[in-house]
């Protein structure tokens, strides 16, 4: 008899286990659209207040299979990040996480304002893409935004960045 109750109270522990479960995770969802929406707006009010457009993992891939004038730049830092895993093509110029709102050579390992203008090159009008490591990282939006106060034009952020460039399974480039 005690093992027939045992019986009943596990199946009704399972049965209560699982119509709890979808609510659980229907919460979580809800949780997570809120800490989405945040970043979502936090990205765009970047975008607006940096003046630069923003390009998807796919429009990247497109981008630089059919075009050589496009420079790409990796804000993360070389030995943790770039030398590891990055676009193909891709230079390096580390940028802070907070806003730079002055140039600050501390920040950039130690290059100047007129060391990144240098790597832009002189056409203003050329295509740049500045990425970092993922869409919360800020160290592209810095970058953007230097890019435009120093008059470039066509400056894009890519977000997603080496993350998203892997998750899309595309090729990496590595330092040996």
Known sequence: MF???????????????LISTPALSFDN???KEVKDEAQAVKLLREVQRGGYE??????????????DNVLVIDTMPYED???????????????PI??????????????SQADFEKLLGPDKN????????????TRSHNGAVWARKLGYKNVYRYPGGIFAWKGAGYEIAKMD
């Not at 907070?98 to 050579?105: A, G």
Request: hydrophobic content about 40%.
């Open 81 to 95: 990040s770039y030398k590891k895993a990055h676009v193909p093509g891709a230079e390096q110029f580390l940028f």
């Open 3 to 17: 093992a027939n109750h045992l019986r009943i109270l596990c199946t009704l522990l399972a049965a209560l286990l």
């Open 54 to 67: 923003i390009i998807t993992t796919p429009e990247l891939k497109k981008l630089l299979e059919g075009c």
């Open 29 to 31: 969802k809800f949780e």
């Open 98 to 111: 907070p806003d730079m709102e002055t140039w600050d050579t501390n920040e950039t390992a130690g290059k």
């Open 126 to 137: 050329k295509t740049i893409v500045i990425y970092c490591g993922f869409v919360k990282c």
